[in-house]
């Protein structure tokens, strides 16, 4: 069902649900700052963080009064704080970011451009991501998708790709709400009424099942190869601990663990605790969807020898350290007993090697999918440079078309060759300008 929206200036509510990330929040309400488009609301809710958040927010809320401030109380997680914040858009529609996150110049704007031009209630873009300074690189990167156009997904495709390829976060036409996708609250509504605590996220963690339910919920849905939102990924970033061996990551993934222990994964999954292995975090968005009744969805059956398979490989890339992996293979083996698969299970650990940690590249570079540009060499510091840095490059990008390359080397070729006539340059350059006001007499 299409949500034909005929206010040319619809609300739009971007929700920050936040815990302990001021120094980089200062910097993701810069970006909502600066946003020329008025019916907006910038909701901060807040998870009862130790450091100054409340101040940072105040502080911003003074200057622009789309800003709120909205304190939990008590710590409640991450899926409740998503829950809260997101209950607190009005009508129009909504985005998620985190508290290190941003949006791009004049982001909303295009947001609003497509949704009303499609009248479709679901847009998804491939969000650029700034690496702030040491995380991956000492000095910082900022990662630019190659994507152009605007087209129509076809949803049932995009949910059999993810039930074949069982990788949510790589996929770019994701629609998911955190970062990179907006829906229509109507649509969210929707998947609220199919659930039986009338809850929008059903999974202990919110970012890709938002994508994978709400893709259900329409027959097609827009994707824009133009940016309207930046991921930032900083030393807060909960899925960087996940990764990390220090002693600090391993305390904040634990008490993660904690929070989210109320809310295993789908009982296909041996209603197991969360695992950050994004291949059993796919399958449970696409089962626990799949369970909400009426829920339009399709894709095909969970093969869980793929799932065990591709989950090994996960452990085998040499990210984790050897308790991350000893907790992960526990985890993996229930789900192989549940469906039988015990000694194939086996099998695969036994003939599995794991690799050495690969390296990020470092610096400015280009490769098939991206750009990759040194952040510190262009004095990228935060998500707020970052974002006019993104912005600036892909238009760039745009710009710097095959056909506007042809062009640009035929003019060239043209103009040496006329050069060497009896003209002059100067010449030359006198008649191209002459030209254009000769013809508008």
Sequence with gaps: MEHRNHDKAPLFTVVIPNKNRAAYLHHTLRTCMMQDYEPLEVIVSDDNSTDDAREVVEDASGRDSRIRFLPLGPGVG????????????????????????????????????ILLETGLELLAWPAPTFCYPGVFAPKGQLIIRRRRGLKIVDSRQFLHRQAKNLHYITDLE??????????????IDRVRERSPDKRFYSCPTPDGYSGIVLAGEVAGYAFSGRPFSIYGLSPASQGLAYLSNSEKAKTQSEKFYEDTAIKPMHRELAEQPYSPLITLMTA????TAKDLPGWPGEFP???YRQVLTNGIKELAHGMYGDERISRELAILNQIAEKHGLGEFYREKVRGTNRHRKRSHFEGTGINARAFLLDADKYNIHNIFDASYAA?????????????????????SVMYRFRSLGKGSPLAVQSEDWVKPVANRK
Excluded: H, W
Aim: charged share 20%.
């Design 174 to 187: 994701s629609p998911m709400l955190y970062v990179k996708g907006v829906a229509s609250t109507l649509l």
């Design 284 to 287: 449970d968005y696409l089962l």
């Design 78 to 113: 991450m899926r409740d704080n998503f829950e809260f914040a997101l209950r607190q858009a009005k009508p129009g529609y909504v985005i998620a970011l985190g508290g290190d996150d941003g949006l791009l110049p004049d982001g909303i704007k295009g947001m609003r451009d």
């Design 301 to 303: 059956t969970i093969d």
């Design 391 to 411: 912005q600036y490059l892909y238009q760039g990008y745009l710009d710097l078309s095959i056909a506007s390359l042809g062009k640009i080397v035929f003019r």
